[in-house]
């Protein structure tokens, strides 16, 4: 198996599954009770939030949650503000933003849409143009998904602050976390996102970065878990499972970085141009590579590289049956082009001839498919 | 007293010597529906019963059987040796204390020397003794006291009458081969033809990797919903992306549909003869689509000589949807994956296909072996919905 589709999600880690086992069978104590096991492994939660804090350099504190999906609902929906008042996300994000955009549309928001460039990145000036007095919330995206396009969180927020100061700022990071080099402090966001299963840890935990003197309203209440703004009996095999794998991660970026940025290479260079569109051009994290393939589907080609183990992703703006509407970064691309992209997304368990593998399977593909277009 | 599902049989009641092979078929296919249950079917002159279950299982007896074609109605209701005085006193503690009443007696036991009407008469009597909330109205009531007295010296208590499907038994009316796509209209035609005692085997063409694993894997869903009502069903998934190759590598566009479609009703027929089937059955409806025109259905019909059953023919699509929507199958029909009928779809299909132009354009192809080689690929598998 060859599998290239790691932002969706990627292969646990060993040691962060022997961690995570760990606290299943030996250390598998209610952190909130009494006893003294108990009061050990809370205090060992405390030291990974602080340790998690560290490592990506912020100031404030970080509460754990099941997904990066809820991070962001808690950031989109338990932020305080003013009823009917701006709220601004870009045309790019992730449905877990893009749907709680939607939500708040209904409930009577002023939901605005910032565009973005043909790589799914925000558009900095016409950003600028959305901001007024009356927003009181901005989303943005920190890595695209799609197309690993960063964005520059620091300069967004920075405008934004400075059009209007008591905005609040949040960043999915989810891509990005663990991925490229974080520092929250230096981009000033008041909320981040980030998730463990895209970093090797197990599914089901992720994170919420809240700026110090950031409020936001309980997300699910009960026994006061998280500094009872996310009741529930905390999942400490993820807890310990994340910190771990963030660790590892951030330790070892530039070495991660280095490799994954040469696979990046190796495909980009090997891209025929007359079949082949790269959309992730620009900035962007070497870790998420999408292409736009001429005349031939998507989804027929990822089905097509199966039968020999490869698994690829496809983008959301070639969903089966209809163009997705939103198409952000695909409303650029010639109509030829629209229904083709593929999305390769690596992780450090790649290696060089995983990369050769699939660019020859591509390319054998890709010319016996064209011939029935 | 014991708790037991009274079950009406429909239409068998016409059959004259052939009644008993329709009624053991019927016991078969009703212990079969409910053969994870720990119950028992007994079989009787003219009706049936399910007894000795857990009261906890009723209503999930109850829903399957509604769903065995042959069953008319059925009736939840309580056994007892006759004893006219029990009789009462039952009625008295098993229905409500207040409301308008009517009681209907059925007396097959004609040993007992009164009258049906008598009888009704009592036990309303008792009824209205028992609490004077209750009052009797024959034509106007909120609940109806049922007492059917058999001639085998047991009497049954019920209240309601829960109609089912009518039809005949599933198997009754031989084996079909149904072309099963995905869409709507194919789980509905297999409804229709099981209803009248046709077991359906199915087959379903994918085209990979133009349709989706998800596809396949919404058509075994769609088979297991049907089989609720047909039994487990057979289906056989044909690969057909090479048969769609030649016919675009040689054919023009716009007779794509049609081509394939006779590609289908040969792999279809070919398994029909493998499963003893005795017809195809499709989910076309007049004028639905371009291969749906009398034309098309003409060419593609005429590559095979066994009986096609369209029994959605004259359907609208809406009377079509309701049926879906009856049996469950609506919600997955519509998940949007691309069925093989959408790929390579020309954007002006023929009409009104010819005959003699089709079997031209196929000279260039190697029937035989194309229909050989994706029948040669088929995957089996049986769907059933306890699975």
Redesign the interface.
């Known amino acids: 198996m060859i599998f290239l589709d790691n932002a969706s999600t990627t292969r646990t880690d060993d040691e962060c599954a022997a961690i995570a086992l760990k606290y299943m069978t030996e250390n598998y104590f209610n952190p909130s009770a009494p006893y003294h096991v108990s009061v050990e492994l809370s205090n060992e939660i405390n030291r990974s939030r602080e340790n998690i804090l560290r490592l990506l350099k912020g100031e404030g504190k970080i509460i754990f949650t099941a997904s990066g999906t809820e991070s962001d609902n808690t950031a989109l929906f338990c932020t305080k503000k003013k009823h009917g008042s701006r709220i601004v996300i870009s045309d790019a994000e992730h449905p877990a933003v893009r749907k709680c955009g939607e939500n708040l549309t209904s409930l009577g928001y002023d939901v605005v849409y910032a565009p973005v460039d043909e790589a799914g990145r925000v558009k900095t000036e016409e950003f600028r143009k959305l901001i007024n007095e009356e927003t009181s919330l901005i989303s943005i995206m920190h890595v695209n998904n799609e197309t690993g396009a960063i964005n520059d969180i620091k300069t967004l927020v920075s405008m934004a602050k400075k059009i209007n100061p008591s905005v609040i700022f949040h960043s999915d990071g989810v891509q990005a976390a663990g991925k490229i080099k974080v520092n929250l402090k230096d981009l000033n966001v008041d909320l981040y996102s980030f998730s463990g299963h895209k970093i090797h840890s197990p599914k089901g935990i992720a994170g919420l970065y809240i700026k110090k003197g950031v409020n936001i309203k309980p997300y699910l209440i009960g026994g006061g878990q998280e500094f009872s703004l996310r009741s529930s009996t905390e999942n400490v095999p993820g807890i310990m499972a994340i910190e771990h794998a963030l660790s590892k991660q951030i330790t070892a970026m530039d070495f991660n970085l280095s490799k994954v940025s040469d696979l990046r290479n190796k495909i980009i260079n090997n891209l025929d141009n007359e079949k082949y569109k790269l959309i992730s051009t620009g900035e962007c994290s070497p870790y998420i590579i999408m292409i736009a393939l001429k005349k031939v589907r998507g989804e027929v080609m990822l089905h097509s590289l199966e039968k020999y183990g490869i698994c690829i992703g496809t983008g959301s703006a070639c969903s089966s049956k209809k163009i997705d509407k939103k198409a952000s970064f695909g409303a650029y691309l010639p109509e030829e082009y629209k229904r083709g992209l593929i999305r390769v997304s690596l992780s450090r368990f790649n290696e060089e001839n995983d990369i050769e593998c699939f660019i020859n399977s591509l390319n054998l593909e890709y010319n016996t498919l064209i011939k029935y277009i | 007293m014991e708790h037991i599902i009274l079950i009406r049989i429909g239409e068998i009641f016409l059959k004259g010597h052939n009644r008993n092979f329709f009624t053991s078929l019927l016991k078969n296919n009703i212990c079969e529906a409910l053969k994870d249950i720990k119950c028992k079917v007994v079989s009787t002159q003219n009706r049936m019963f399910c007894e000795g279950y857990n009261q906890d299982e009723e209503e999930e007896i109850i829903s399957r059987l509604t769903t065995v074609f042959g069953i008319y109605n059925i009736s939840p209701a309580v056994k007892l040796a006759t004893n006219l005085e029990k009789i009462a006193e039952l009625c008295c503690r098993l229905f409500p204390k207040e409301g308008v009443f009517r009681v209907t007696v059925n007396r097959a036991d004609k040993k007992i020397p009164l009258s049906s009407m008598d009888i009704a008469r009592n036990i309303g009597a008792e009824m209205l003794k028992d609490s004077s909330y209750r009052t009797v109205n024959l034509y106007k009531y909120d609940f109806e006291v049922n007492v059917d007295i058999r001639e085998n010296g047991y009497s049954y208590i019920f209240y309601r009458k829960i109609a089912c499907e009518g039809g005949l038994p599933v198997g009754c009316g031989g084996n079909g081969m149904l072309l099963l796509s995905g869409g709507i209209d194919s789980p509905v035609a297999a409804f229709l033809m099981a209803k009248r005692g046709v077991k359906i085997k199915a087959v379903h063409f994918h085209s990979?990797?133009?349709t989706?694993?998800m596809a396949k894997e919404k058509v075994i869903k769609l088979a297991k919903i049907v089989s609720c009502y047909c039994g487990p069903i057979e289906l056989s998934v044909v690969p057909f992306t090479e048969i769609?190759?030649a016919i675009?590598?040689n054919c023009p566009i716009e007779y794509m549909i049609t081509i394939m479609r006779r590609f289908m009703m040969r792999i279809a027929e070919k398994l029909a003869y493998e499963k003893n089937c005795g017809a195809i059955v499709t989910g076309e409806s007049l004028g639905q689509v371009a291969s749906q025109t009398m034309e098309s259905i003409m060419v593609t019909n005429s590559v095979v000589s066994l009986p096609v059953f369209r029994p959605l023919i004259g359907f609208d699509k809406s009377e079509i949807i309701e049926i879906s929507r009856k049996i469950d199958a609506f919600e997955t029909s519509i998940l949007?994956?691309?069925d093989c009928c959408t790929v390579?779809l020309p954007k002006n299909p023929v009409i009104k296909p010819k005959l003699n132009y089709a079997l031209e354009l196929e000279v260039p192809l190697d029937i035989e072996k194309l229909v050989d080689d994706a029948i040669a690929g088929t995957e089996t598998v049986i769907c059933d919905f306890r699975e």
């Open positions: 990979f990797p133009y989706s694993e769609q190759y675009k590598e949007p994956y691309e390579f």
